[in-house]
């Protein structure tokens, strides 16, 4: 039987959980990811590693899984003089999460994920529609726009998405300690500039569990779409840091424990997030605790 579309199963009102980190999970696992095109680079030269993570990540629950295409574009490539590869890189990003899918569990979806990291001055337009292109005619179940920190930066992404014909998901990254926007802008702001694109869900991710906890709220009042969060799971001495700062970021030595995080995905839920896994920092043991914390 095909995969039920993911948006008839979030109608139902299912919580699906969402994979954790990806590129400090490669980099806890010792695979290099040094910048500037950061995890881009596993897709090529450590494929067995990536998959074993993607498979650690289902087993442990993940009803979704992230290809790993967050650099994988020309513009990041490009500043390790690899742009003209993109499509070699992403095509591999992308098939490896399919063939972990295949194989551990069929019903789990495939996002399609994307960013502008870390290209100074985000590259969205003809680039970003060729790589989500790409994603689509390969495959993935949704495109997932992932670290977009501004309103204009998630206009854009939609802009950029509004002729693939997959469901579109937002994760809005850097929330400030508010849970508004990394620039002060509100919640409400953001959705409002959104109305008349086609944007299915908007994730909060790359922030701090409590900024989610303060966002999410606003944002069910506001946005009449699905709503979810994958946090930080890193961050050593997280009140003493500015999200946008790392000096203290660990990812193998996570300040939020698996079941301390479980604790703000269960509040998230009860909040009304409908997709809820981690960022920069969590593992697949903090996945592992969120599906008995979150239905
Ligand atoms: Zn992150």
Request: aromatic share 8%; proline share 8%.
């Amino acid at each position: 039987m095909p995969r039920r579309n993911i948006l008839d199963r979030l109608r139902a009102g299912d919580v699906l959980v969402h994979d954790g980190a990806t590129g400090t999970e490669l980099e806890a696992r010792g695979i290099a990811c040094a910048p500037p095109a950061w995890s881009a680079a596993a897709n090529l030269e450590a494929p067995s590693a990536l998959r074993t993570i993607q498979d650690d990540y289902l087993r442990a629950g993940a009803d979704i899984i992230t290809a790993n295409n967050y650099c994988t574009g020309p513009s990041a490539l490009n500043q390790i003089r690899e742009a003209a590869r993109w499509r070699e890189y992403s095509q591999a990003g992308l098939d490896i999460a399919l063939s972990a899918r295949d194989a551990i569990n069929p019903n789990a979806y495939v996002a399609g994920g994307i960013s502008t990291y870390p290209v100074p001055g985000s590259i969205f337009g003809q680039e970003y529609t060729d790589r989500t292109r790409l994603l689509a005619d390969g495959g993935a179940d949704f495109i997932l726009a992932e670290y977009l920190p501004t309103v204009s930066d998630c206009v854009a992404a939609a802009e950029a998405c509004a002729d693939i014909d997959l469901p579109l998901f937002i994760g809005v990254g850097r929330l400030n300690r508010d849970g508004n926007l990394d620039d002060g802008t509100p919640p409400e702001t953001l959705v409002s500039a959104l109305q008349g694109y086609r944007v299915d869900g908007l994730l909060a991710m790359c922030t701090f569990p409590p900024a989610v906890s303060k966002w999410l709220p606003r944002l069910r009042d506001s946005f009449p779409g699905f709503i979810g969060a994958y946090a930080h799971g890193g961050w050593k001495e997280p009140d003493n840091t500015r999200w946008a700062e790392e000096p203290n970021f660990d990812p193998g030595n996570p300040s939020y424990t698996p079941e301390s995080y479980a604790d703000y995905a269960h509040t998230w839920k009860e909040m009304g997030a409908q997709i809820i896994g981690g960022c920069c920092g969590t593992r697949p043991s903090h996945i592992a605790a969120l599906p008995a914390a979150v239905r």
